[in-house]
């Protein structure tokens, strides 16, 4: 430690501030280096440079490197995470590593036992080493699921004997026992890896478990199949539900806080031939603080949308299958709509997100609290918007119906694949052709399609069969910015991070409505909507990769019914 004399000499630090440090590190267990740059009398760049010289060695910068795959997977997540240590590129028959202490040769010999290779050493600070572990392995936690998997394959305990009647608070709970271990790290993984679910399915010989990220599913390394039972009761007890109850499905709900933000999953169990499998869907709070004009919107669709959502009476319907973003949507319209002046009600089964302002009703059938007695008491409570979860019946359709002819603003959502079908849907569903006409005053249908990862967008040049295929003119391929992503840690060699909606908004006119009240089948509603300027969701999609927000791929995907 006499190298460090040289900042007493120059000035950097006094020689009463090097013995203080020499304290701290003693009580705290550190090395007097760390102790220094804690106490904030050198910088950890500058100490970590200087050190590097002493020891002959090279210091790099890891904050914008990124290593590839290949190198990452020399070393596994928990060797790099005990030893704080993680390769950055092979050299020859050599690998780099990247290590804080030059001191440590035990782990530079363990290093080079473990890969057969022999090890490079350069340095860089304790603090950047951790942050890219996290960055190329995908986890922020002290551990991974991999690892922990990997712990539990190699014993021979029988997990299922376990005692699992800790808190259902994940944050203040005893992390020792394995298995809490393994379900809140299952939890924190899938949020960090901004996961919208969380899948954990039984068969004959393992579990498997699966995180829906950008709406395509990814399998993680799956437990052995022994776990089975203490998992399924470990999410049991955070969820409220009854564990003795192994036949029947069960609803249920986790709070949960994840580096400091509060997390709500909605937890669904269902008893399968192999066991019980278990659906957690991630809400995020954040998620619907979005706001109208970062939807996707075009920009004739967003003042469109506007004008409908400030009209003071009507229905307004959007549509789309599970999972396409209708409720951040009307809910992104609700928060544009929330002021003192205004009254706002929803009637939702269940309520997934809590509205600050906004009063908010839970469905609950088994005291026979439906869609349809919630509107009818509600509009005792004089609102001027009124948002009804979903129209599943012809009795919610008939008093939302009633609630909009009365003067109030509804928001509603219903399952058809295109706006003109839910003319037709409704008057299938026994409303009188009348009803439907005189009360509908906008359909929009969305769907949602992956954005190209910023992180490694590059421009590219489509095949000319992808360009026949959509019909993209020579005009359009002049005048277009065509994107892809190359594949990086950020997306997980995707290519997309991150989702936006893509619309087809038909707003009624007389026409339509005369067609609505003639009963006139969906075709000859759809090509009455194009003739008035609808664009349909492919459209919409395909002007999205024209301007490079997402790629020709994703429209076709969506053209075949991916959603």
């Known amino acids: 430690m006499d190298w460090l004399q040289k900042y007493v000499d120059n000035g950097t630090i006094s020689t009463d501030q090097l013995e203080e440090a020499r304290d701290v590190a003693a009580n705290a267990g550190i090395s007097v280096e760390e102790a220094l740059v804690k106490l904030g009398y050198i910088d950890a760049g500058e100490l970590g440079e200087s050190q590097a010289a002493q020891f002959g060695v090279a210091f790099v910068d890891l904050k914008d490197i990124q290593i590839p ?48 290779r022999e090890i490079k050493m350069v ?4 603090e950047q080493i951790q942050e890219a572990i996290n960055r190329h392995y995908g ?12 712990e539990f394959t190699e014993t021979a305990i029988d997990f299922t004997d376990i005692d699992v009647t800790a808190a259902s608070e994940v944050s203040d709970e005893d992390d020792s026992a394995p298995v809490i271990r393994l379900c809140n790290l299952i939890i924190s993984e899938a949020v960090n890896m901004r996961a919208s679910d969380i899948h954990v399915e039984p068969f004959e010989d393992r579990i498997r478990i699966r995180y829906r990220i950008d709406g395509a599913l990814i399998e993680r390394d799956s437990p052995p199949r022994r776990l089975l039972g203490a998992i399924v009761s470990r999410f049991k007890i955070m969820a409220s539900m009854d564990i003795a109850e192994k036949r029947r499905p069960q609803d249920g709900r986790i709070k949960t806080r994840i580096s400091g933000k509060d997390f709500d999953l909605r937890v669904s169990i269902l008893p399968s031939n192999h066991g019980q499998a278990i659906v957690m869907r991630i809400l995020d709070r954040d998620n619907i603080k979005i706001g109208i004009r970062n939807l996707g919107f075009s920009e ?20 789309g299958p599970t999972g396409s973003g209708k409720t951040t949507t009307l809910y992104s319209a609700l928060g ?54 979903e129209i599943r019946d012809t009795e919610t359709a008939d008093m939302a119906i009633q609630a909009s002819l ?21 008057i299938d569903m026994g409303v009188q052709p009348f009803l439907v006409a005189s009360s509908i005053m906008a359909v929009m249908a969305q769907r949602l399609v992956r954005v190209v ?16 295929h959509f019909e993209i003119t020579p005009d359009e ?50 090509r009455q909507a194009r003739l008035f300027g609808m664009k349909t969701i492919v459209e919409d999609a395909k002007d999205k990769a024209l301007e490079g927000i997402t790629t020709l791929a994703e429209v076709y995907r969506l053209s075949k019914g991916g959603h």
């Open 69 to 116: 795959s290949n190198v990452i997977e020399l070393v596994t997540e928990s060797m790099a995470r005990e030893n704080i240590v993680i390769p950055i590129r092979i050299d020859g028959e050599n690998v780099v590593i990247a290590i804080s202490d030059p001191n440590k040769y035990d782990v530079v010999d363990k290093l080079r036992f473990v890969l057969n």
């Open 406 to 426: 009365t003067g109030h603003l509804v928001f509603s959502t219903l399952h058809t694949n295109d706006a003109p079908g839910s003319i037709t849907r409704l």
């Open 300 to 319: 004739e669709n967003y003042r469109t949308f506007q004008n409908i959502i400030r009209r003071p009476n009507g229905i307004f319907l959007v549509t």
């Open 453 to 468: 990862c910023a992180n490694c967008v590059e421009p590219y040049e489509p095949d000319q069969s992808e360009l026949q």
């Open 139 to 150: 986890q922020t936690e002290t551990e991974s699921v991999d690892s922990m998997l990997a």
């Open 477 to 526: 391929v002049a005048s277009a910015t065509f994107r892809r992503g190359r594949g990086c840690n950020k997306c997980s060699h995707t290519g997309y991070r991150g989702r936006k909606a893509v619309f087809e908004l038909m707003v009624m006119n007389p026409t339509i409505r005369e067609m609505a009240f003639r009963s006139e089948p969906t075709q000859n509603i759809r």
């Open 336 to 389: 544009e709509l929330n002021r003192p002046d205004r009254k706002i009600i929803t009637c939702e089964d269940p309520v997934e997100y809590y509205l600050p302002g906004i009063n908010q009703v839970e469905v609950r059938h088994k005291i026979g609290l439906d869609f349809a007695k919630i509107i009818k008491a509600m509009l005792r409570q004089a609102p001027n918007v009124i948002l009804v979860g």
């Open 123 to 126: 340095m860089a600070p304790v």
